[in-house]
DNA sequence: CATGAATGAGTTTTCATTCAT
DNA sequence: TATGAATGAAAACTCATTCAT
């Protein structure tokens, strides 16, 4: 009697109406009838989904951590080189930050101190994969003998501050821009 | 009765206050009052000082900016090699981070939706003079000829990268540290 | 797929549930939602039965205020002596407060601000039959000849008195300490 | 160059409206700026001295029960006849409800469901107080040997069911009728 | 100039009630 | 008739800012 109101999940509409006020004015710096309105719905319906404003940042937090998490390592090409792994990672980062930008920015441009357990060992689950990446590539003298947490910080550092030139104007997040980021970085880890 | 340090200067004392809260606990994340008793004055006085929060994390913001800049740029060694000059800019940014770590998260760690016009001046044009160390040092074919806003937003976001590895405890911010890094990251841009 | 007990009758597990919550935490300080929960029925259910949260109160301390009442008061033997009748009164309200301790406690134990005239009314006939008692038995010289009303405020009173003591843990409600009571409170009124 | 104006003290006026409004409404039934409405105060004036609305009431709990406890039994005639004493406190008792009838109606005609651990020492430090009056009495064999904790629970109960009926219009709460109540008492307790 | 008590609009959160299913 | 998601007004509480002293 009624076709499929265009409301897909309220929880949903909720958790994107978030993500794009946390991303643009931080968790502080957004009220949460803000968020309801956004969503389209009540503010005491955001507490029917979520306990409280905290516990809607985590569970945002730890979709997307999740999601740029398994976009970067879901059938990982294990059995390639070095170099190959390394573009693949790269070219993986730049296409979740194309499609999903402003689920980047409020991940990485933003100070979160807020996360709570499950939220944090999603982060450090993230960095343990990406360590083994980096020690393989060492042990295959592909990679300089650097710390391994040297190495990540500033790839992923450098990819953020690709990022953040982009979000600020002074640069266009291209194809030709990741790819040119892309081999420069590369040098820097070579051996 | 009163036992207070001679009040250096109130409106130090409430800048340096409110950079440590807020490189804690963000701008919004930070109450006036709390920011008036950290630095020993009554919430009023502040307002003597500045016209509102926003004036004061502004005021903080251009402090703290233009003394990254000003550690940055004075006395650049504008006649050294692009090798020279890049260690030296690697060099001062580890020793402001390092005598600076609060103000350097409070500048770089954060997301600056408030920013005014003056503040959003300042920060470009600190851009605008790496830019012409960049521009040098690839007319003097030091340095591959990419983008120079691409060079710049890897070369800091490696750096800034760095620093928040150190934040959250993944490194230990020593010379040795620094100095591998820096051999890292040249490698990345050089010819 | 439904293994509730055959949901004797909603309405009586909604005044079962409203009345274990409205004696512990107050009417105020009891939530709808909850009340629904406790009877396992949902929300909505609640305001088929009762038009609202005052309206369910209402209903409560008519059924119990009625049930104490006829507890006290049907086949009272009118023909026994006064000193009869005051132990029978006592005796059945011990039994009453033994039997029902919640309902006692939410009746007497709480200060009814939201009573509408249905409730008072009933609360004042109890008042008026309990008088007729101790008239009478004034008129037969057997109780002393003070105002009826501050005897049965004194009488009802000591008996709520006890068993406030019994729910915060002073008294224990035992057939010996209620005789005792009622042997004291009878010198109280007798001639 | 301004006359005292006639605020007595912010904290107190909030006390006396508070006061007001839990011994009518009851705690859950009173809103915080209801509160602060009646006190002649914006409602975050209240949080200035009170922490939250449960500390407020703990407070104004142990003011007025430090007050009940302390006009019965500070110069307490500890020399005289048990009789005396009996007489002495039931008179301060009736005076202190006489004289603050809305703070006793907060003490005695609610259920506390809220009290810290303060509060709830207080209560249990004049009940022991009591007790050993209570015990002296039957020591000198004036009183029955009954619990002492019966014995006062029926006797404080009476007085509470005695000032509740005044407070329902049964009753009007004089000096006769406060005579005429302590000789029934009396009589229930002697030997 | 400095103070800090006071303010009241704004925050997060709760809850009595409704209504589409 | 029963449901329980949705509502939105109101609750408790916070905080940027003012102003009498």
Redesign the pocket.
């Known amino acids: ?2 076709f499929r109101e265009p ?1 897909r999940d ?1 929880r949903q509409a909720i958790l994107e109406a978030a993500l794009v006020l946390f991303a643009e004015r931080g968790f ?1 710096g ?5 968020v309801a309105a956004a969503a ?10 979520f ?4 516990a809607l940042v985590n569970a945002l937090y730890q979709q997307w951590k999740g999601a740029l998490l398994s976009a970067l390592l879901s059938d990982f090409p294990v059995d390639e080189s070095p170099r190959q792994q390394f573009h693949e990672l790269w070219h993986r980062l730049g296409r979740f930050a194309t499609r999903h930008p402003q689920e980047f920015a409020f991940l990485e441009l933003h100070h979160h101190a807020y996360l709570d357990e499950a939220s944090l060992k999603m982060e450090q689950s993230g960095m343990q994969l990406l360590k083994g990446f980096v020690e393989q590539a060492q042990a295959e003298q592909a990679m300089r003998p650097a710390r391994a947490e040297l190495i990540m910080a500033l790839v992923y550092g450098a990819f953020v501050g690709l990022l953040k030139g982009c979000a600020q104007g002074y640069l266009k997040l291209t194809p030709a821009l990741l790819s040119a980021a892309e081999q420069l970085m590369w040098e820097a880890i070579r051996v």
């Open positions: 009697m009624k409301v309220k502080h957004t009220a949460v009838p803000e389209g719905v009540a503010a005491g319906t955001l507490y029917r989904y306990a409280s404003k905290e």
